[in-house]
């Protein structure tokens, strides 16, 4: 085997990455030689040819492998991951050209920084080791400031851009440090490496502080004060793609540090660790539930069921430990990140399609019967995310719940917790209900002028749908 072949095999884990930023650069290129008129209806097509490529070439080096320096890693499950960053980069693409054509928007940088953010993402999936991990948090989130800051001339977007970024500079700093004291502690950034004898205290501080930096990713409480101005700055396309990206690269990343903690000796900060999740879980599901229903904004409403649902899954993250398990088994927690993440881009995806400006329920009063379809695929990703029967959604809280249950018979507090987590789920699902009733219900404006729907948009948001109703019957996990 020659040398060239030999890299080849050796950075195959690679080529998804590659291939999106390949798509990033000839959309960044593109633009500049389009006219006006015909960035929209070029740029996504160009970010579909590169990620239908990535995910056919995921398929391709599929298998349980890493590479050669043990940087990145693939398995099924991140595997899985990799086609629904694709999938959901897919419908954010077309969320955006839909959006920036109805409003004349002649730019056409936002394909390329989406492509950028997706490869960011993809590394943080793929990652083994800490300093890549950090290298595709920073590759994911600078694309997103860019995008929530899109629309110049509205103060509530600058806002939102300039709180995010601010804070997320700040967590990614504390990051960087947690990953200086997991060296200190292990000599070694791999995630898997275990902590050195006499250097406990600082591989807890460590974990502790890598572990603040992905919660702030995913929105869990107390680091959820950017979530609501955030997602509500943004396009409401920009805010479907944030909701669903950001999430599966973050908890794709803690769940990877999360299993080289339980495989470690470090017994103390194990259960310490597992507390904290349990402990921001819950109230995490609390805040999303209850601050929720106070809200009248589409975007709002589902700003505070990322919350929610970002306890949900640290719920799920955490229950192995309660139950005693040998193993570290993340499969209901994944599958629940899985059905979430789909389910909220194709919601807010179609709902920038069915408003223009304001997203309020009063605006959103019987749009959906001037597009029954698009309206139809809303309702079947808004009733996953309730939790409701036959939509993916349904089995995956099912199944966060039964293994609580589970492990409430090795730890009786964990009752407690099951009892009142799943009361909250039946309080959230109240604001899902409230829009898909907002969509269908009839108004007196019945008459109003619609912006035209992009087939490409009916087709990705269509997909969505279907792969949720499919993940009811099929358990990749």
């Given at each position: 085997?020659?040398?060239?072949?030999?890299?080849?095999?050796?950075?195959k884990?690679?080529?998804?990455?590659?291939?999106?930023?390949?798509?990033?650069i000839f959309?960044?290129?593109a633009?500049?030689?389009l006219?006006?008129g015909?960035?929209?209806?070029?740029?996504?097509?160009?970010?579909?040819?590169?990620?239908?490529?990535?995910?056919?070439?995921?398929k391709?080096?599929?298998?349980d492998?890493?590479?050669?320096?043990?940087?990145?890693?693939?398995?099924?499950?991140k595997?899985?991951?990799?086609?629904?960053?694709?999938?959901?980069?897919?419908?954010?693409?077309?969320?955006?050209?839909?959006?920036?054509?109805?409003?004349?928007?002649?730019?056409?940088?936002?394909?390329?920084?989406?492509?950028?953010?997706t490869?960011?993402?993809?590394?943080?999936?793929?990652?083994?080791?800490?300093?890549?991990?950090?290298?595709?948090?920073?590759?994911?989130?600078?694309?997103?400031?860019a995008?929530?800051?899109?629309?110049?001339?509205?103060?509530?977007?600058n806002?939102?851009?300039?709180?995010?970024?601010?804070?997320?500079?700040?967590?990614?700093?504390?990051?960087?440090?947690?990953?200086?004291?997991?060296?200190?502690?292990?000599?070694?950034?791999?995630?898997?490496?275990?902590v050195?004898?006499?250097?406990?205290?600082?591989?807890?501080?460590?974990?502790?502080?890598?572990?603040?930096?992905?919660?702030?990713?995913?929105?869990?409480?107390?680091?959820?004060?950017?979530?609501?101005?955030?997602?509500?700055?943004?396009?409401?396309?920009?805010?479907?793609?944030?909701?669903?990206?950001?999430?599966?690269?973050?908890?794709?990343?803690?769940?990877?540090?999360?299993?080289?903690?339980?495989?470690?000796?470090?017994?103390?900060?194990?259960?310490?660790?597992?507390?904290?999740?349990?402990?921001?879980?819950i109230?995490?599901?609390?805040?999303?539930?209850?601050?929720?229903?106070?809200?009248?904004?589409?975007?709002?409403?589902?700003?505070?069921?990322?919350?929610?649902?970002?306890?949900?899954?640290?719920?799920?993250?955490?229950?192995?430990?309660?139950?005693?398990?040998?193993e570290?088994?993340?499969?209901?927690?994944?599958?629940?990140?899985?059905?979430?993440?789909?389910?909220?881009i194709?919601?807010?995806?179609?709902?920038?399609?069915?408003?223009?400006?304001?997203?309020?329920?009063?605006?959103?009063?019987?749009?959906?019967?001037?597009k029954?379809?698009?309206?139809?695929?809303?309702?079947?990703?808004?009733?996953?995310?309730?939790?409701?029967?036959?939509?993916?959604?349904?089995?995956?809280?099912?199944?966060?719940?039964?293994?609580?249950?589970?492990?409430?018979?090795?730890?009786?507090?964990?009752?407690?917790?099951?009892?009142?987590?799943f009361?909250?789920?039946?309080?959230?699902?109240?604001?899902?209900?409230?829009?898909i009733?907002?969509?269908?219900?009839?108004a007196?404006?019945?008459?109003?002028?619609?912006?035209?729907?992009?087939?490409?948009?009916?087709?990705?948001?269509?997909?969505?749908?279907?792969a949720?109703?499919?993940?009811?019957?099929?358990?990749?996990?």
């Open positions: 085997m020659n040398i060239e072949t030999s890299l080849f095999y050796d950075l884990i690679l080529l998804p990455i590659i291939l999106v930023s390949l798509g990033a959309s960044l290129v633009e500049s030689f006219n006006p015909k960035r929209h209806k070029v740029l996504p097509f160009i970010n579909l040819f590169f990620l239908i490529l990535a995910a056919y070439f995921t391709v080096i599929s298998g492998f890493g590479d050669p320096w043990n940087l990145f890693s693939l398995n099924h499950v595997e899985i991951f990799l086609y629904a960053t694709a999938l959901c980069a897919a419908i954010g693409t077309a969320a955006l050209q839909n959006t920036l054509k109805s409003s004349n928007t002649e730019c056409g940088e936002a394909y390329p920084l989406l492509m950028l953010s490869a960011g993402i993809m590394i943080m999936v793929l990652s083994a080791d800490l300093i890549p991990l950090f290298l595709g948090m920073e590759l994911a989130s600078f694309p997103i400031y995008l929530i800051a899109m629309n110049r001339r509205s103060k509530e977007s806002e939102a851009a300039f709180k995010y970024f601010i804070s997320g500079a700040a967590l990614s700093a504390v990051f960087l440090y947690g990953v200086a004291m997991f060296y200190g502690a292990t000599g070694s950034t791999l995630i898997k490496s275990d050195l004898a006499g250097r406990e205290t600082i591989y807890q501080a460590g974990i502790f502080m890598l572990s603040l930096g992905l919660l702030f990713k995913v929105g869990a409480f107390p680091l959820h004060f950017w979530v609501a101005d955030a997602y509500t700055g943004a396009l409401a396309a920009v805010t479907g793609y944030m909701a669903a990206v950001v999430k599966i690269g973050a908890f794709s990343a803690l769940g990877c540090v999360w299993f080289g903690l339980f495989n470690s000796s470090a017994s103390v900060v194990i259960a310490r660790e597992a507390n904290l999740f349990l402990c921001l879980g109230a995490s599901i609390a805040v999303g539930a209850i601050t929720g229903l106070a809200q009248i904004s589409a975007r709002r409403i589902l700003a505070f069921s990322a919350i929610a649902n970002a306890g949900f899954i640290l719920l799920g993250f955490c229950y192995p430990y309660f139950a005693k398990s040998q570290l088994d993340l499969n209901s927690a994944f599958y629940f990140l899985l059905t979430y993440a789909i389910g909220s194709g919601a807010l995806a179609g709902i920038s399609a069915l408003v223009s400006d304001y997203d309020d329920l009063e605006c959103l009063r019987a749009t959906a019967r001037r029954p379809f698009l309206g139809a695929c809303i309702s079947v990703c808004l009733a996953s995310l309730a939790g409701l029967p036959v939509a993916a959604g349904f089995l995956a809280k099912f199944r966060i719940f039964v293994n609580l249950v589970k492990a409430s018979f090795e730890t009786p507090a964990v009752w407690g917790i099951s009892i009142a987590a009361i909250l789920a039946i309080v959230s699902a109240a604001y899902y209900i409230r829009i009733y907002s969509i269908w219900s009839y007196d404006s019945m008459n109003r002028k619609f912006n035209k729907i992009s087939y490409l948009l009916n087709a990705t948001v269509g997909m969505a749908a279907l949720l109703l499919a993940l009811a019957i099929w358990l990749p996990f």
